[in-house]
């Protein structure tokens, strides 16, 4: 029997999991989804303390009534901040929950979950992101008020996505060429600063009399 090499015998392989983009890794990816769940629930939570206010007294001034274009308060009063019925915001206290959960669940009980389990989680996370979509379109060019502590919500919503995706695509949850895998975990940073940069411009635009007044 051929013996390997010594280098070979002593090299010390590195498991699956801990392979590929630093942020599809178990320990990295479970710290951005910890710090995005965790600001992500403390904007909802926020938000649900200032929309009881509203609700005991209408005439409540929330944190950020900043001016016509920039109000919490006006935006709780459309039709869309209570889409399904109820506050949007108790959907984020719920969300976000589940996803602190996973990430304590990793990174303090070593946790490792099936693939049905990110399955469901990719699903969540996807359907939270296409909500917050619409809900940017409807600030934008329906509601046109912007509401800081929902944008807050958007901010976490995207590297959350980004990368839960690029994470499950790295690990066969979602079946996918190679190739495609390999671009994504390359670009997963430039991805979530493209819409970054995206949500920013167009905030930019559709208010522009807010930021350049002469526009007016």
Partial sequence: MTKAPASA????QSPPDETGPLMTR?????????VTSVVGWLASGELVLEKLEKLVNPAHQTICDVNPWVSCGEVMSTWQSSLFGFPNMFIGIVAFAITTTT???ILLGGARFSRAYWIGLQIGVTLGFVFIVWLWSQALYSIGILCPLCMIVWAMMIPMFVWTTVRNLRHGVI???AGLVKALGEWGWIIVAVLYVGVIASIFFRFLPMF???TM
Avoid: I
Avoid at 9 to 12: G, I, V
Avoid at 26 to 34: E, M, Q, S, V
């Fill in 9 to 12: 015998q002593t090299r010390p």
């Fill in 26 to 34: 178990t320990r990295p990816f479970a710290w951005l989804l910890l």
């Fill in 103 to 105: 990430a304590m669940g």
């Fill in 175 to 177: 079946p996918a060429s």
């Fill in 212 to 214: 350049v007044p002469s």
